[in-house]
Nanobody
Framework: EVQLVESGGGLVQAGGSLRLSCAASGFTFDDYAIGWFRQAPGKEREGVSCISNSDGDTYYADSLKGRFTISSDNAKKTVYLRMNNLKPEDTAVYYC???????????????????WGKGTRVTVSS
């Protein structure tokens, strides 16, 4: 059974940091890219970042470069998203998803991702 389980969300003050984790199982982790998406209330789901476990390619949404860092531990089959200097507008449910590459996320085609987690909520207070 394929599973993607997010953790690490919570309530944090503006300027604070969080590290989200996405633990994967049930598929060949090394062959997939893992992406992070987020969806704020009343807004569309947006791609945040992605890392390809096959070639190490990474992607960040332009607005988040410099504050978010994605990394992968292939031995633990876990992808991390380190989020620094958080802002109230970062408040959202954060989802991880798996696909053959970061291409779908780069193009904003979230519905094309193969597997999804259930999300973890991040709330940034001002």
């Amino acid at each position: 059974e394929v599973q993607l389980v997010e953790s690490g969300g919570g309530l944090v003050q503006a300027g604070g940091s969080l590290r989200l984790s996405c633990a994967a199982s049930g598929f060949t982790f090394d062959d997939y890219a893992i992406g992070w998406f987020r969806q704020a209330p009343g807004k569309e789901r947006e791609g945040v970042s992605c890392i390809s476990n096959s070639d190490g390619d990474t992607y960040y949404a332009d607005s988040l470069k410099g504050r978010f860092t994605i990394s992968s531990d292939n031995a633990k089959k876990t992808v991390y998203l380190r989020m620094n200097n958080l802002k109230p507008e970062d408040t959202a449910v954060y989802y991880c998803a798996a696909d053959a590459s970061c291409g779908s996320l780069r193009l904003g085609l979230y519905y094309a991702m193969d597997y999804w987690g259930k999300g973890t909520r991040v709330t940034v207070s001002s």
